[in-house]
């Protein structure tokens, strides 16, 4: 069974930093497609980045380009989101998702991943 723990949520002003870490365990971490998404209250989730197997290629949404970036290593079993420039619009639970599949034509589809962790709380106060 395939476990993803997210932390690194909190509070912070618009304009700050924040890192997000997902700790894979149970499956071939390196084997997995692994996604970040975000619901903010209301609203749907929705895709924020996503990384293949080998760190290459990486995919963001067009909301998080320039301001997110995300990472892998794969000898720890972590992705990482740092976010940088956050907005209070960025305020959401942000979920780590990982899959085994490799279609990037659907790497930002929430239905895609099997695997997703509970989510850790982001929220920026402006």
């Known amino acids: 069974q395939v476990t993803l723990v997210e932390s690194g949520g909190g509070l912070v002003q618009a304009g700050d930093s924040l890192r997000l870490s997902c700790a894979v365990s149970?499956?071939?971490?390196?084997?997995?497609?692994m996604g970040w998404f975000r619901q903010a209250p209301g609203k749907e989730r929705e895709f924020v980045a996503a990384i293949s197997w080998s760190g290459l290629p990486r995919y963001y949404a067009d909301s998080v380009k320039g301001r997110f970036s995300i990472s892998r290593d794969n000898a720890k079993s972590t992705v990482v989101l740092q976010m940088m420039s956050l907005k209070p619009e960025d305020t959401a639970v942000y979920f780590c998702?990982?899959?085994?599949?490799?279609?990037?034509?659907?790497?930002?589809?929430?239905?895609?991943?099997?695997?997703w962790g509970q989510g850790t709380q982001v929220t920026v106060s402006s």
């Open positions: 149970g499956g071939t971490f390196s084997a997995l497609v």
């Open positions: 998702a990982g899959d085994p599949k490799h279609r990037a034509a659907s790497i930002g589809d929430v239905g895609y991943y099997d695997y």
